[in-house]
């Protein structure tokens, strides 16, 4: 698995979860979850878009209230956002949803005056207690 790599249908990044699975004579990566649920399925949709469809865990994405009365104190929407990070498209080593800006190399020169002594801490280890025979005088 390269680095970046992520699931093909849900966008686990996590390297021991993934693994190289053949579909459609293709090596993608799936993470364990969604390779196991691909595994079971008897006839599979010739696309990835097909097989996304099949095995996608999103629950958000329609309502599931209906009509009925929002029977909330504070009505509000709590699906805002997205949970997962989308799966990177493109190609290269780089996530196209980052980035960075175009800096100019930046040199720090320091002059032997501007320099200060530090002080160094000296560690030694700690007598043994048993080793240290009690002596007579007090």
Known sequence: M?????????????????RLIELHGRSHAFCHSCSGKLSRIDAVPPTLAGVRALLTRERRTGERRG???????FPRERRVGERRVPPRTGKG??????????????VIEIEAAELEPVEQTMVRQAPDPESEAPNGSA
């Not at 080593?93 to 930046?106: K, V």
């Open 2 to 18: 390269g680095k970046g790599a992520a699931c093909t249908i849900c966008g686990e990044r996590r390297r021991a979860e993934l």
């Open 67 to 73: 009509e009925g009365v929002d029977r909330r104190i």
């Open 93 to 106: 080593d780089t996530d196209p949803h980052i980035a960075l800006p175009d800096l100019e190399e930046i």
